[in-house]
Each structure stands twice: as C-alpha cells, then as structure tokens.
C-alpha cells in the first residue's frame, strides 16, 4: 500500500511521541508499504525552524538522511496535484496540509495524519 506521511506525523515518529497510534507505527514499520514524504512537508518544516515555531535535533540535511535510511521517499508536487488543490473545499486554511492532501488524492495515497482538518477531506 502507498502513504503519504504528514509532517507531524513523522516527526512524532522520529521522536517517539507517544501521540502516535500502534496502528500507525505498524503502517511505518511495515516493509510491504510504499511510504512517502512531501517535499511540502520539507518546505514546512525548514519555514518553521526558520521563525522558531520548530526545532528539530539534528539538522534538515539529518532529516534527509533519515528519510533515506529508513527508505521513505520524497514526493514532489507537479501541475496534477496544483489542480487538484484547487478542486478542494476549503475545510483547512493552512496551505502545506491542503496541498498534501491534493498529493494524496492526485497519486491515490492514504494520508497518514492524526489532524482532524486533513480527515475531513479523507472521509
């Protein structure tokens, strides 16, 4: 199966929060998925680290390899998923959530999140 992987998503995972489920550690730690992190996300998170809304242990570089090592791909967005954004209702303001939701219904990935904006579009 294919996921797309929302930001806090897998910085909560990185980090070992304990506000992410079993069932969504099972669905990263299993082999057989396709896992994927926009480069949306990446854009995100280096915004926030830039204003001080985020901190991060290691460096954005370290993120990367991380995503390498454990075998989760960057996604980028193209025209397709831009599209589809603007198909969207608008249940969430926040631009990165709403274009990684468009990449998830563009590339038919489930959406790994535990942010109840992004479900209404899941629903």
Avoid: C
Avoid at 100 to 112: N, P, R, S
């Amino acid at each position: 199966m294919n996921y797309l992987i929302d930001t806090h998503i897998l910085l909560w995972y990185i980090v070992g929060d304990n506000r992410i489920k079993t069932e969504t550690k099972n669905i990263l730690e299993d082999s057989s998925n396709a896992l994927f992190f926009s480069n949306v996300s990446l854009w995100e998170i280096a915004i926030k680290i830039n204003i001080g809304k985020l901190k991060l242990k290691g460096t954005l570089f370290d993120l990367k390899l991380f995503l390498e090592d454990t075998g989760i791909a960057i996604l980028e967005f193209d025209f397709f998923d831009l599209q589809t954004l603007q198909q969207l209702p608008f249940y969430h303001q926040d631009p990165f959530d709403r274009l990684i939701v468009a990449q998830g219904k563009t590339k038919e990935m489930d959406v790994i999140t535990n942010d109840p904006q992004i479900k209404k579009y899941l629903e």
